[in-house]
T-cell receptor
Framework: DTGVSQDPRHKITKRGQNVTFRCDPI?????LYWYRQTLGQGPEFLTY????????KSRLLSDRFSAERPKGSFSTLEIQRTEQGDSAMYLC?????????????FGPGTRLTVT | EDQVTQSPEALRLQEGESSSLNCSYTVSGLRGLFWYRQDPGKGPEFLFTLYSAGEEKEKERLKATLTKKESFLHITAPKPEDSATYLCAAPISGGYNKLIFGAGTRLAVHP
């Protein structure tokens, strides 16, 4: 399977704890995106990487959130001091600049529950 | 303000009963309109990209069309396995970096 993978698939944490999620994009894709999705809503953009450079961040991404893509391959999203409002599905997507068509391919997501 | 709105929020069909889902958008300088399918607990699955008014794309029982203000996803003779949430999205920054999604249409097809 050469699709986007995410780990873990589910995470339950207590309020105030830190959590980290990992995303492995499709191997030849140089662009990587993080989105957040709550129940009944479409995904909301969080941040975007081209290779290892983080080029865009949403206002939704408070200073408790940090994302990295150290070698231009996998990416991590860390949430510090989690709050109940952080409970959501965190989705990673990747795309290739070469295709020119812009479609993003999504992973299965990480479901975060903050108790 | 860039916006993507989908209707209806939910749609219940009998197997074989064709219908259409609507996606209306107000996005400056549209550079494409994407349709995705999302099953419960999973990530969105890419279906189509439409670039210009009048363009149509088909995949099995699905056909997507685009006008200057909206896109339609037509479902012909649906089957229960077509039950899912259908999302449309448009890029709103330079290039294709940030997608703005509608809230989706939850489709249920009953035998």
């Amino acid at each position: 399977d050469t699709g986007v993978s995410q780990d873990p698939r589910h995470k339950i944490t207590k309020r105030g704890q830190n959590v980290t999620f990992r995303c492995d994009p499709i191997s030849e894709h140089n662009r990587l995106y993080w989105y957040r999705q709550t129940l009944g809503q479409g995904p909301e953009f969080l941040t975007y990487f081209q290779n290892e450079a983080q080029l865009e961040k949403s206002r939704l991404l408070s200073d408790r959130f940090s994302a990295e893509r150290p070698k231009g391959s996998f990416s991590t999203l860390e949430i510090q001091r989690t709050e109940q409002g952080d409970s959501a599905m965190y989705l990673c997507a990747s795309s290739s600049r070469r295709t020119g068509s812009g479609e993003q391919y999504f992973g299965p997501g990480t479901r975060l529950t903050v108790t | 303000e860039d916006q993507v709105t989908q209707s209806p929020e939910a749609l219940r069909l009998q197997e074989g009963e064709s219908s259409s889902l609507n996606c209306s958008y107000t996005v400056s300088g549209l550079r494409g309109l994407f349709w995705y399918r999302q099953d419960p607990g999973k990530g969105p699955e890419f279906l189509f990209t439409l670039y210009s008014a009048g363009e149509e794309k088909e995949k099995e029982r699905l056909k997507a069309t685009l006008t200057k203000k909206e896109s339609f996803l037509h479902i012909t003779a649906p089957k229960p396995e077509d039950s899912a949430t259908y999302l449309c999205a448009a890029p709103i920054s330079g290039g294709y970096n940030k997608l703005i999604f509608g809230a989706g249409t939850r489709l249920a097809v009953h035998p």
